[in-house]
């Protein structure tokens, strides 16, 4: 199940810009909207009923079964889209991955019974063609029927959850996911692709704000500020930076990791937020990815912006009260040196200054090895992919840092960024949080593996280039 919420995610990721046009679009121009124009708006109920359902099992066939798995999946929920009475996203996200698995076993198949033959390809072209059509018929005549039936059940029943009172005691769930890292699971497996169907029905959705509020983690940064001294406190604010305007969340996990009673902070502060979301009936028209609160405001509708901010303040407040309630040992707070190399490398400033400043560490490290292997004793290493649960986030931000140290030297190395499912064979080094390294292990037991301690620790980044640079 994790491994196909997983998928779920990244099915929805690497499509976010089309989710994020439409919801402007309909922003603008809709019913909320500053300049109302049905012309425009014309546009909207294509994107959702057709493009969006094609895209997202386009990418779920490719993640399975390669570009014949999404070719496939895609004709397949084209005739999905034509017999369905509304958006066919829940279904794209089944079909998708199920077609593509379906293609990727029917190759295996084919290149075990048939080996060194000649006839391969003609045969799997034959074979791929003959799952499409059949396939395309039962979409056409009878999944779209159903799911149009299911749809508007579901529809009706998450309509209930929104308007009672159990709503807010999601934040139990969601908060401390998100601190061990299966936020974007949750916000990209589970809530957006709901929010979608409910944005096309109602123009905004609640649910993509529950993942997404800042207000939970900006009150526990702001408790570390105050309670902090010197370099720690710099860090901390450093870290509020790059959490609420720059959206990052995952710099505020390791002030949680190293303090779990506050997860108590986060769960009430989340609570409360999704409560005064409930009472001013708010929501946005797209996934706010990330979740920065100038791109939040932004895709709230305008009269739903005040609210938005309001909730938003509210949770965090509550979190920072009983975060300096809870906050006792500051000791292992990130320092200003780390945090401080995490946003000016992130959002591309002018670095030299504090590069300077930093120093080499070797001696405190150790290799870390996969089956007793050094990772840097391998081949010449010449493409690099970080990686984590759905490839966006933290795996993006990673990337992004070790590929602008190692720009400042001679070296040319390929630096990009992955889910789990989708690292590619040619990579010559996995670079991943130390939590998922048995998880990547498993999945590519001949890789070599460098997991980290934490994707904001500028040591670790300066003790890896140093490494390849000696490859």
Known sequence: MKKLAQIWSAMVYQNIVII???????????????????EILNIVNPAYHILLPILISHTGGRIIGGQRGAVVASIVTFGLTLS???????????????????????????????????????ISNVLASVVAIALTLISYHYIGEILSVGVERATDILASIINSHWLPLAAVIIEPAKVVFLNNIINFGFLSPLGIQQANELGKSILFLLEANPGPGLGVLLAYWMKTKGEQRKGAKLATYIHF?????????????????????LALGGMAGIYVFQWFKVGLVAVSSPGSIFLIVGLAPR?????????????????????????????????????????????QIDKEDVLNETKQNEDI????????????????????????????????????????????????????????DEIPAYADLVICHQKLLQTVQKEFPKKSIYPLPTFTDMKEYDYLVNKLIGT
Not at 20 to 25: A, D, P
Not at 94 to 99: F, H, K, S, Y
Not at 102 to 122: A, F, N
């Open 365 to 420: 490290h150790s290799i870390k090895s996969v089956e007793g292997r050094n990772p840097f004793n391998d081949k010449k290493i010449k493409t690099i992919y970080f990686v984590c649960e759905a490839g966006i986030g933290s795996s993006a931000m990673g990337a992004s840092m070790l590929r602008k140290k190692l720009e400042q030297t001679s070296h040319h190395i390929t630096v990009e960024n992955a889910s789990i």
């Open 84 to 122: 369905s009475t509304v958006p066919a996203i829940m279904g794209a996200m089944i079909i998708g991955p199920l077609t593509g698995w379906i293609i990727k076993k029917l190759d295996q198949m084919i290149k075990k019974k048939l080996p060194g033959v000649g006839y391969e390809l003609l």
């Open 245 to 265: 305007l720059g959206g990052i969340h995952e710099v505020y996990f390791p002030y949680v990791l190293k303090n779990p009673r506050l997860i108590i902070s």
């Open 303 to 347: 009269n739903d912006m005040l609210y938005v901010v309001l909730a938003v303040l509210i949770s965090a407040l509550i979190s920072f009260g009983l975060s300096l309630i809870l906050i006792k040992s500051v000791s292992n707070s990130p320092t200003v040196s780390e945090n401080e190399n995490t946003i000016i490398e992130f959002y």
């Open 20 to 38: 994020i046009v439409v919801g402007v679009i309909r922003e603008l121009f809709g019913n909320y909207g500053w300049w109302y124009n049905q």
